[in-house]
């Protein structure tokens, strides 16, 4: 089966400006989920969804942050407007019940630097 | 809340050896996991082994295996025979049971010397 695909892979931008990451999880995971990795640290979650609906953002700062799962399949997350801080790896998994509790597979990621 | 806890920033073995890493978490659940993913250099993170918090024995993949310590909140992994593919940064993960919410520690980088 095919895994997760995220774009771009790599981002530069200048503080201030937008961004956006596509994520195509894998065919049948119902669940997604956006982490944001910063360097040298373990990933933390930012968003997940159930279908199209997200049942977990507590932890995505929302005056600069928005992500969307429309028809519960694909996943854009976006940034507006970037700051220094948000220099990170922002990495995309799905999951399915099938597979077990806590079992993601996610994608490459996609790593962003903020000047 | 859960914390997840890897004390050692870095470690390394000879290939062919057998390496542990150690790790330690926090909850006040009773109904929970234990995973260990892998990261290699630029590609996906994959989980590696997965135990359940009721389980007293230990998990076992292959060449990896666990040694849970429930009253220590201590959960080890063990690499036998390693290979230079085992090369990555090692993440212990914790989740409560009847959440989807993984939290990560902050990762150990495994080198693996020829």
């Known amino acids: 089966e095919a895994g997760v695909v995220q774009s771009p892979r790599y981002k530069i931008i200048e503080k201030k400006q937008p961004v956006a990451f596509w994520c195509n999880p894998i065919?049948?995971?119902?669940?997604l989920y956006w982490y944001r990795q910063n360097l040298g640290q373990g990933p933390e979650l930012l968003i997940r969804?159930?279908?199209?609906?997200?049942?977990?953002d507590s932890q995505l700062p929302k005056d600069r942050f928005s992500a969307e799962r429309l028809k519960g399949v694909d996943s854009t997350l976006k940034i507006q407007p970037a700051e220094l801080g948000d220099s990170a790896v922002y990495l995309c998994?799905?999951?399915?019940?099938?597979?077990?509790?806590?079992?993601?597979?996610f994608g490459e990621g996609s790593r962003l630097t903020v000047l | 809340a859960q914390t997840v806890t890897q004390s050692q920033p870095e470690m390394s073995v000879q290939e062919a050896e057998t390496v542990t890493l150690s790790c330690t978490y926090d909850t006040s659940e009773s109904d929970y996991y234990l995973f260990w993913y892998k990261q290699p250099p630029s590609r996906q993170m994959i989980l590696v082994i997965r135990q359940e918090a009721y389980k007293q024995q230990n998990a076992t993949e292959n060449r990896f295996s666990v040694n849970f310590q429930k009253a220590a909140k201590s959960f080890s992994l063990k690499i036998s025979d390693s290979q230079l593919g085992d090369a990555a940064m090692y993440f212990c993960?914790?989740?409560?049971?009847?959440?989807?919410?993984?939290?990560f520690g902050k990762g150990t980088k495994l080198t693996v010397n020829p």
């Open positions: 065919s049948g995971h119902n669940t």
């Open positions: 969804y159930e279908n199209e609906e997200a049942v977990d």
């Open positions: 993960a914790s989740l409560q049971g009847g959440s989807e919410k993984l939290v």
């Open positions: 998994a799905s999951s399915s019940r099938d597979r077990g509790p806590g079992e993601l597979f």
